[in-house]
């Protein structure tokens, strides 16, 4: 424990990055209550004394705690109480979770809790590195092991400029957001949406944030040496090497076979047969070992199979390093749906369907950015089945984070609010999966979208590429399956058009990629990306000329503000009757834009005429057709339609001298008239006479 408070202070892009330590959360392995600019968070990081046994993984947790008070927001319904994680929060906790975790040490079983508590929120300073950076210096000055420091920054593009950790405003401007985290030596994660970027963009952008990366992990090394606790042992067992070498020797030539199997179920089948024989083998001399054999089992076709790649240039499933699986396209398969999109690549299948809606159905956003409402909302769905496995369906952290991912790779081709103004849900179904599921989803979506007739303004693609690394043998692979995900060392989802990139997302097992090796890898993810996107545009290029008879229909208007409390009518009678009467969704913003979404045609144009007659303004010569509603000696008055009443003066309402009123018009009467005066007190008199003359005159 920091027995007295500790202050270290750095300047970053141009802002304070302060570290206060052993001033709270003290009983916590390590503590550190960290700021930049007006935010603030404790971040704490606990660990079990104990590993746990009977577990193949590291219990690595991650929490990224929004507190709205932070943003000074009382949390909405009726508890009153933050809830559960919103889904930025757990799109952070993951960002945190991926660099860190590889830098823990191999073979470690104790858990290990990390905690990130928002305390306060600059929204020029955002939450989300501070606390990928106070959770290496939490991590770094605790006496848990771990090979640290790491360090994460913002990058955006403003004007052709590369910008650090950019601000609000420079945000609304930036064709890029790209979150780097490494360590001093390399890139560990990266996390981008970008507006169509080149490859060469997209690559200077994250070694420029490197540079900044550098900076912050000397500052975090310097807290380390000043402060740092002696780092526990953990509890590795020792491990005999004759009996590894009796295990290798048992199942090396078998295994060797079973992995180049092509066909993936066949190949699971030949390694379960296998395992099952290498237990019953080793059990009768070793019956304690089970878990360890298992293990060696995994540790033995983790190496062959790396092993075949990186010296003889073959996949498992038969494939060179660069072949795409087979691929395959279909849309307009579910009849009901507003699009629909069947993407296959390998095994792997992902059926997308596109839902539209009023623009008053986006997603409201109850959380500590400035984001108010989401127009777009990609969802991503797993299924056990999927896998060929039971289990719970439900959505976790990976699914948020791919659904994340696809919205990101999708945002800069949709059409603006203006274009179509709709809300769009687009809902990832991964049918089948053998890996790379997330890009699937992205292809699979872009075929919805354009089968609902959404004007995308080009198609988008995404592929992952893998990586296998030995000494210094490299072999990057084009879109990997999911024993090579697995196997390998990087996992690295490259989305974007033919002419550029609009999401990136990498997480690796190695200590760092460099310059050379992401640069090769971004150049041979654009050209499967160019190949894919070809094979999708076989089926479907342009967005159908038609929506779907079953899709929303929307119609807009603009009327003056002052006229907005006229459509909703007092106590909101009057909205209430239109989209009652015509079945429809009224949307009105402040500055008098007005969207009407109708099932159908008749009951939109409809309900638009009724509003643009409640809102029309009164002028002189405007013709109007309304109601007679009162019958005097001197004339009739007429309902407009818009709240006002007119006189037509009984020399007004004919050609010829009308003697009564009622020898031509009577209450409910439907005319049709002319305003020829407003006076100076408002009163509209109107004309039925100058109407029928004009007619004359043209007949």
């Known amino acids: 424990m920091i027995k007295e408070v500790r202050i270290f202070e750095k300047e970053i892009a141009g802002r304070l990055f302060k570290v206060e330590l052993g001033k709270m959360g003290n009983l916590a392995n390590g503590s550190a209550l960290v700021s930049y600019g007006e935010t603030v968070i404790l971040v704490t990081a606990v660990a079990t004394k104990k590993p746990r046994t009977g577990i193949d993984f590291f219990p690595l947790t991650v929490e990224f705690e929004e507190k ?7 949390p909405g319904g009726f508890i009153k109480r933050e809830g559960r994680p919103s889904e930025r929060a757990v799109l952070t906790a993951r960002m945190i979770d991926r660099p860190i975790r590889p830098l823990f040490p191999d073979g470690m079983k104790n858990d ?20 990928m950076n106070g959770t290496s210096i939490a991590l770094g000055i605790s006496d848990i092991p771990f090979n640290g420091p790491a360090a994460a920054v913002i990058v955006g593009y403003v004007d052709d400029k590369l910008i650090i950790n950019p601000t609000v405003d420079q945000m609304e401007q930036s064709r890029l957001h790209l979150v780097v985290s490494g360590t001093k030596e390399a890139v560990v994660m990266v996390e981008a949406g970008a507006d169509i970027l080149s490859e060469d963009i997209v690559l200077e952008a994250i070694m420029f944030g490197h540079e900044t990366i550098k900076e912050i992990c000397e500052f975090i090394e310097m ?12 509890e590795i067992p020792e491990i005999d090497s004759t009996y590894v070498r009796e295990i290798y020797d048992f199942l090396a030539e078998r295994m060797d076979k079973a992995v180049r199997i092509q066909d993936k179920y066949d190949r699971n089948e030949a390694l379960d047969e296998l395992k099952d024989e290498m237990i019953a083998h080793f059990e009768e001399t070793h019956p304690e070992d089970k878990d360890f054999l298992k293990e060696q089992f995994k540790a033995i076709e983790k190496n062959i199979v790396r092993k075949m790649i990186i010296n003889e240039g073959v996949r498992p499933d038969g494939r060179g390093i660069k072949d795409i699986r087979p691929i395959s396209s279909e849309v307009g398969l579910l009849p009901r749906t507003h699009g629909s999109g069947l993407f296959t690549r390998g095994l792997t299948q992902a059926l997308s369907i596109t839902t539209l809606g009023a623009l008053g159905e986006a997603q409201r956003i109850d959380g500590l950015g400035l984001e108010e409402t989401k127009r777009y909302m990609h969802h991503y769905n797993f299924p056990p ?13 990976r699914a948020v984070g791919h659904g994340a991912l696809g919205e990101r790779a999708l945002i800069p081709v949709l059409p603006s609010e203006v274009d179509f103004p709709y809300a769009i849900r687009v809902v990832s179904e991964v049918v089948t999966c053998n890996g790379s599921s997330s890009q699937a989803s992205i292809c699979g979506s872009t075929l919805s979208l354009l089968d609902a007739g959404v004007p995308l303004k080009d198609s988008v693609a995404g592929i992952a590429m893998g990586l296998i690394q030995e000494d210094d043998k490299i072999s990057i692979l084009t879109d990997i399956q999911g024993m090579e995900d697995a196997l390998g060392d990087m996992d690295f989802k490259v989305a974007g058009t033919k002419d550029g990139i609009t999401a990136l997302q990498m997480d690796i097992k ?60 007092p106590g909101g009678k009057v909205i209430t009757r239109i989209t009652s009467a015509y079945n429809v969704k009224i949307d009105i913003s402040d500055d008098g834009s007005v969207l009407i979404t109708a099932n159908d045609g008749i009951g939109g144009e409809k309900a638009l005429a009724e509003i643009e007659g409640i809102t029309k303004e009164p002028i002189v010569g405007a013709v109007f057709t309304g109601k007679v509603t009162r019958l005097m000696k001197f004339g009739v008055f007429v309902d407009l339609g818009f709240g006002k009443e007119g006189l037509c003066h009984i020399s007004q309402i004919d050609t010829k001298r009308v003697a009564k009123v009622e020898d031509v018009l009577n209450i409910g009467d439907e005319v049709t008239v002319k305003i020829i005066e407003i006076d100076d007190q408002g009163r509209i008199n109107l004309s039925r006479k100058v109407l029928l003359e004009e007619n004359k005159t043209e007949a």
């Open 68 to 74: 709205l008070y932070s943003v000074g927001k009382i």
């Open 112 to 131: 290990v809790q990390v905690t990130a508590t928002v305390l306060s929120v600059d929204q020029d300073c955002t939450p989300d590195t501070l606390a």
């Open 223 to 234: 807290i380390n040496k000043e402060v740092g606790k002696p780092k526990f042992n953990i």
């Open 385 to 397: 089945f999927s896998v060929g496995e039971t289990g719970m369906n439900r959505v976790n952290r």
């Open 510 to 569: 190695v200590d760092g990629l460099d310059k050379a090796l992401l640069e090769n890898a971004l150049a041979q993810a654009k050209e499967g990306r160019l190949f894919i996107l070809s094979k999708m545009a076989e089926v479907i290029k342009a967005p159908n000329p038609e929506m779907s008879k079953y899709a929303p229909r929307v119609f807009s208007i603009k009327i003056n503000p002052d006229k907005i409390r006229d459509v909703i009518g």
